[in-house]
Structure formats: structure tokens, C-alpha cells
């Protein structure tokens, strides 16, 4: 079946350091994959997604590629900041219409000024 | 973007009552919506796809007949716990698909239910 894997947290970092957040997959096809973001006492927001290998979604100057001969899809920030603190899920969808989407189990990052 | 809310965002009740919680999608209509359990520092785990104007698919494991979900409008859909436990004390969330959208996926904020 289809799944998520992502690194188990807490990530702990000190502000602009670079971060990393490693997701992988397992999927029949080709599925959209997606980073969500939660951040404390709010709901999941889209944090950048793509559709296709090779694809990089960006958002916030957070990137993403999607590597079909590695079935991942790594989170990356050069300079994380202190409100980049929340959980992040990794979440793949497939793409037939009106399908859920699949999450991972969610990182917490933790940065400190 | 499109904006989901949820109603109550909080709610607090007995053992043995049934607590109703509502989503719904305030910009855009919503064929289908889901709705999703996240336990402490889990994921979230899909309970139900809810399509307007059908009965729901439950996943694997989720009892239908003690969440009732009910999609009755493109803008609406109900999840009704009923005959609550404290094991049913969760973060329950949905989120709705905008067709026109290319079926992009968009997430409530949440219902925090705790049942004593």
C-alpha cells in the first residue's frame, strides 16, 4: 500500500541553521507529494507540493525535490528562523480524483534564538 | 486561499453523550471531504471520506456507527460521535477537496474533543 516515512523528531536547531527533514515514500504510480506545516494551536497549512519527478516546490524559502529514483521528497531550509518552529508533515497523495491524502508521522522542529 | 472552519473548535463532554462537530468549506464547494483523527504527536490518521449526497467510506477499523458523518450540503459535513469514550478523546480534523481547484486539499483547524 501507500505510505510516508519521515525522520522521527524533535529536530533541535539554533536560528540560521540549515535544516533537513528527510521523507520518503511508497507508492503505486506517481503521486503528488506534499509538505504540510502545523504550527502550535493551529490547523495544517500547505507548505509547498510537487506533482511530478524532478519537480522542486519552494515556499518560504523552504525547498523540496521530488526524487523518483530515491522515492523522496527532503525538506530543506538554508536559515531557519525561530517562527520556523512547528510540526512538519510529509504527505503524498495519488492522483486519482477525490483520494485522501496519506501523511507521515510528523517532525517537530524546535529553533532557538 | 480557501478557508475551512470547524465548529467547536473545543468541547468538553460526559461519558456516554454524543458531541457533533461541523466542517465546512466558507469559499468554494466541496464534493468531497475527510475527515482525520491526529493523536499526541502522531500523525493524522484518515477516518472517513465524505462525498455530498452519499454514505461515507470508513477506513479500515473506524466504527460507522460511532462516527456518523453525514455530507449534506457541497459546503457542509457533520461528524457525530456518538455514545463518546475517553478514548475517543482526540484532535479530530477535516479537510475538503476544491474540485475547481485541481481537487486541491484544504485542512480545517481542528476540534479538540475530550470526554470525561
Known amino acids: 500500500g501507500n505510505s510516508v516515512t519521515q525522520m522521527e523528531g524533535p529536530v533541535t536547531l539554533s536560528e540560521e541553521a540549515f535544516l533537513t527533514i528527510n521523507c520518503t515514500y511508497t507508492a503505486t504510480g506517481y503521486p503528488s507529494l506534499f509538505w504540510y506545516v502545523q504550527y502550535p494551536g493551529e490547523g495544517l497549512q500547505l507548505l509547498l507540493k510537487a506533482t511530478k519527478a524532478d519537480d522542486k516546490g519552494s515556499n518560504k524559502g523552504f525547498e523540496a525535490t521530488y526524487r523518483k529514483e530515491t522515492t523522496s521528497f527532503h525538506l530543506e531550509k538554508g536559515s531557519v528562523q525561530v517562527s520556523d518552529s512547528a510540526v512538519y508533515f510529509c504527505?503524498?497523495?495519488?492522483?486519482?480524483?477525490?483520494?485522501?491524502?496519506?501523511f507521515g508521522k510528523g517532525t517537530t522542529l524546535s529553533v532557538s534564538s | 486561499g480557501a478557508v475551512v472552519s470547524q465548529h467547536p473548535s473545543r468541547v468538553i463532554c460526559k461519558s456516554g453523550t454524543s458531541v457533533k462537530i461541523e466542517c465546512r468549506s466558507l469559499d468554494f464547494q466541496a464534493t468531497t471531504m475527510f475527515w482525520y483523527r491526529q493523536f499526541p504527536k502522531q500523525s493524522l490518521m484518515l477516518m472517513a471520506t465524505?462525498?455530498?449526497?452519499?454514505?461515507?467510506?470508513?477506513e479500515q477499523g473506524v466504527e460507522k456507527d460511532k462516527f456518523l458523518i453525514n455530507h449534506a450540503s457541497l459546503t457542509l459535513s457533520t461528524l457525530t460521535v456518538t455514545s463518546a469514550h475517553p478514548e475517543d478523546s482526540s484532535f479530530y480534523i477535516c479537510s475538503a477537496h476544491d474540485r475547481d481547484r485541481a481537487y486541491e486539499q484544504y485542512f480545517g483547524p481542528g476540534t479538540r474533543l475530550t470526554v470525561t
Open positions: 504527505a503524498l497523495r495519488t492522483n486519482q480524483a477525490g483520494t485522501a491524502l496519506i
Open positions: 465524505s462525498n455530498e449526497g452519499s454514505k461515507a467510506t470508513y
